[in-house]
């Protein structure tokens, strides 16, 4: 009788949410339907003002590494405003063009755009262009539908994807914490985040022992808890038995390199394993770079440099024009050319940059002559083989590449800077 009441009471307050909202929407819509966004942009100096966009990629990375480097070879001449918006998406930008172009009074626009479109960032950081997908009402019963549905851990690893760790970790805690059973993705997660981020390794051993007693049969948490076991001497024994184990498993060849190398600090068993997995052709190209640099490190003929460059460079091209072309879809192409129209019609510089890895190709197709084009592919192709992937990326949240490190940072801008800054035969309008 009493859930009879509850189930009435519930509907009563739905439908009185319903009719405020709708009484809201109506005032909001004849006051201010055509309302921007805050961009809170201060005013620019007079200099020859360069306005980067993009998102995480750009926020507090590459434009500051610019600046920089422009004060060096032409000091005073330029200022470079990051407009970087970590966890938007192309939307924003179509939504804002405009007044930025207004506030900023921009001679140059360079931009790297599009990649958080992929992640479907829907419900938790996305715009929205329908007004139901805003009202309060949807946003209630997309939660007693999210919490039917277990989505709110998608949602927390769709965060983690677009750089939002601490935002998705604390979702993916109280999950945690109510006994919330999660996918094996989560478990690693939250154990990486206890133990790097909080350096609390005790509570990173325990997720991944609940982790291992709901999924028994996962390798990977089995083998990250050895990290995790590597810090305390109680745990020797157990150590000892899993590290047996994964010396049979020739997949993990490279990983328990890595364990001895970093965790063990013993190059000799580092070096055994990664030329287990180097000659069962299961070593990954940037750990070929790593095993190179550590058989030199230890007085030994590193690997042929061509052996390091993996598949043939047209086969890169291919492969990676076919994931650029994949991202367009058709919402971003539409919210990207609008960007660049803009972006034309004020007769601006524009200089658009692919994402590190991916083919400009597809981009240069899908918005035609009227704008300049920077490619960081092969750049950081050659990076990656040189140097190490770690070196260039401090995470690989896009699959095939992540956010740069300042090393990476320092290579995309002295790219830029080489293409278009310094070359002699070539001026950007003033």
Same mark, same amino acid.
């Given at each position: ?12 307050? /739905? ?6 909202? $709708? ?32 998102? !995480? ?8 590494? %610019? ?56 419900? $938790? ?9 805003? !009202?309060?009402?949807?946003?209630? %019963?997309? /939660? ?30 109280? /999950? ?94 580092? /070096? ?55 991202? %367009? ?29 991916? !083919? ?6 899908? %918005?035609? $002559? ?25 995470? !690989? ?34």
């Amino acid at each position: 009788m009493r859930l009879k009441y509850i189930k009435i009471l519930l509907l009563i307050s /739905l439908g009185l949410l319903v009719f405020l909202e $709708a009484v809201f929407f109506s005032f909001n819509y004849l006051s201010s339907s055509n309302k921007k966004d805050d961009l809170n942009i201060k005013p620019m100096p007079s200099k020859h003002r360069i306005l980067c966009l993009g998102e !995480s990629t750009t926020e507090g990375g590459y434009p500051k590494v %610019l600046q920089e480097k422009l004060d060096l070879i032409h000091p005073g001449k330029y200022f470079v405003y990051d407009f970087g918006k970590t966890a938007v998406t192309s939307s924003y930008f179509k939504r804002n063009i405009e007044s930025i172009i207004k506030a900023v009074k921009p001679h140059t626009v360079i931009s790297m755009l599009g990649i958080n479109d992929n992640f479907m960032l829907s419900q $938790a950081i996305s715009h929205k262009e329908s007004w139901y997908h805003n !009202s309060l009402t949807y946003r209630v %019963l997309l /939660l007693i539908q999210d919490y039917k549905k277990n989505s709110f851990e998608l949602q927390a690893l769709r965060l983690i994807n677009a750089n939002k760790r601490d935002y998705g970790f604390f979702i993916l805690k109280t /999950l945690y914490q109510f006994n919330k059973t999660l996918l094996p993705e989560s478990y690693l997660f939250l154990a990486d985040y206890y133990d790097q981020d909080k350096q609390d390794f005790k509570e990173s051993l325990a997720i991944l022992n609940a982790a291992l007693e709901i999924y028994p049969k996962d390798q990977d948490i089995r083998f990250n808890r050895l990290w995790s076991l590597n810090e305390f001497p109680e745990s020797k024994e157990l150590l000892a038995k899993e590290l047996q184990y994964f010396t049979q498993v020739e997949s993990y060849f490279d990983d328990l390199a890595d364990f001895y190398l970093n965790a063990v600090q013993d190059k000799k068993m580092a /070096l055994q394993f990664y030329e287990k997995s180097y000659t069962l052709k299961l070593l990954p190209p940037r750990k070929k770079v790593l095993y190179s640099n550590l058989l030199i490190a230890e007085g030994s003929p590193g690997l042929d440099q061509e052996l390091l460059r993996g598949p043939k460079n047209i086969e890169n091209n291919m492969i990676s024009q076919t994931i650029e072309r994949t991202r %367009l879809t058709p919402s971003l192409v539409d919210n990207l050319s609008y960007v660049f129209e803009r972006v034309g019609s004020a007769s601006l510089n524009s200089i658009v940059m692919s994402y590190p890895l991916r !083919s400009i190709i597809p981009t240069k197709e899908m %918005l035609g $002559a009227n704008h300049l084009y920077l490619s960081n592919e092969e750049v950081f192709k050659k990076a990656i083989s040189d140097l190490g992937y770690h070196v260039v990326f401090s995470d !690989s949240f896009a699959g095939d590449f992540g956010h740069l490190t300042s090393k990476g940072q320092e290579i995309l801008v002295d790219h830029l800077v080489k293409t278009f800054f310094k070359n002699a035969s070539f001026k950007l309008k003033e």
